[in-house]
């Protein structure tokens, strides 16, 4: 069990940036292991997320409220699924060629199809998120959850393809062990369970990302995981919209 904590702390210290507990020895395998828990730490980024916006709602307009709390998640999170999506972008739109794809996503600097994603992907969570007459509690809770379970589908069903040596997502850059994915699920069971509808973004998320990095790259680099997160996110949004507005 400690061990447990352990891969869950490790899986906290990697996708956020909340204060966790020192841990003394770190061996590059435990963040392979700890993709189990990628979906627990969603859930711990929605439920502080959510609890933020409900603190929000009690002061300020619903659009107030929703544009602070996607500022929050993106603090909270530094940025990492966007950066991957914005990395994205610009390879698949800019890069001709395989090589010349894997180039410019190792490039920090961001170009027009990256910012041209940003501006859109913002834009339409935050019109998603205000069109929805439903909790938003629930909705932060439940999209951060079931979104982060779409990498690890990923990095099951496609090969790794940037050079491990500089990659920052090197010690999971393999294929997830089954028992692996069935722990990832546990806490997605209960929104699969109240809302069977929200396995279509589920399908719909992983289908597209599969889609476009078996074709731009015939596998997967670790921006790719962080844009399939962000796509899959929006998804649910416009699901929830379809459900509640």
Avoid: W
């Avoid at 396995?199 to 889609?211: N, T």
């Amino acid at each position: 069990m400690k061990r447990e904590l352990h891969y869950f702390i490790v899986s906290l210290t990697f996708f956020t940036r909340l204060p966790v507990p020192f841990f003394a020895s770190f061996e590059v395998d435990d963040l392979n292991k700890s993709t189990k828990y990628f979906t627990f730490s969603g859930a711990v980024i929605g439920l502080c997320v959510g609890a933020f916006y409900l603190l929000l709602s009690q002061f300020f307009s619903l659009q107030i409220s929703v544009a602070l709390s996607m500022a929050f998640s993106v603090l909270l999170t530094g940025a990492f699924h966007e950066d991957g999506f914005a990395d994205m972008c610009d390879a698949f739109g800019g890069g001709y060629t395989h090589e010349k794809k894997l180039e410019i996503m190792k490039d920090s600097r961001l170009g027009t199809y990256g910012t041209t994603g940003l501006i859109f992907i913002y834009g339409l969570k935050f019109l998603f998120l205000t069109s929805i007459n439903y909790s938003l509690f629930y909705i932060f809770f439940m999209a951060h959850t079931l979104s982060r379970l779409i990498p690890l589908l990923i990095m099951k069903y496609l090969p790794y393809v940037a050079d491990k040596d500089k990659s920052k997502s090197k010690p999971m850059a393999t294929r997830v062990r089954n028992a692996y994915l069935c722990v990832a699920l546990l806490p997605c069971i209960f929104f699969l369970l109240k809302l069977p509808l929200l396995y279509v973004p589920l399908l719909f998320g992983f289908g597209v990302s599969y889609h476009l990095f078996k074709k731009h790259l015939n596998g997967y680099t670790g921006d790719c995981l962080g844009a399939s997160q962000q796509m899959t996110e929006l998804s649910l949004y416009l699901t929830c919209v379809y459900m509640f507005s």
